[in-house]
């Protein structure tokens, strides 16, 4: 895998899962009972933020390596998927 491929692929993969982290253990301050006047009663108390990117990092380097093994190794070929037709142009 070239490297600007590498790093699109893990850019974006990055974005999925920290959409997919954020939601998680999240406490709102309705909840909490400690709402901010002025504030939406739904919002998170404490985000934890910091913790949330080193989680997602982590598990995007994990979901990486795992695409990358699969790409560079050719476990799994465009070919061995039986309902992708075959687009390669006949030379007869």
Do not use: C, Y
């Amino acid at each position: 895998m070239p490297l600007v491929t590498g790093i699109a692929v893990f850019f974006v993969l990055w974005w999925l899962v920290i959409f997919i982290i954020l939601p998680l253990d999240i406490e709102g301050q309705h909840e909490d009972g400690n709402v901010v006047r002025g504030t939406e009663p739904g919002a998170p108390s404490k985000p934890f933020i910091k913790r949330k990117i080193i989680q997602t990092t982590v598990l995007t380097a994990i979901i990486w390596a795992i695409i990358f093994v699969i790409i560079e190794f050719k476990l799994i070929d465009l070919n061995n998927i039986p309902f992708i037709p075959d687009f390669t142009p006949d030379m007869s």
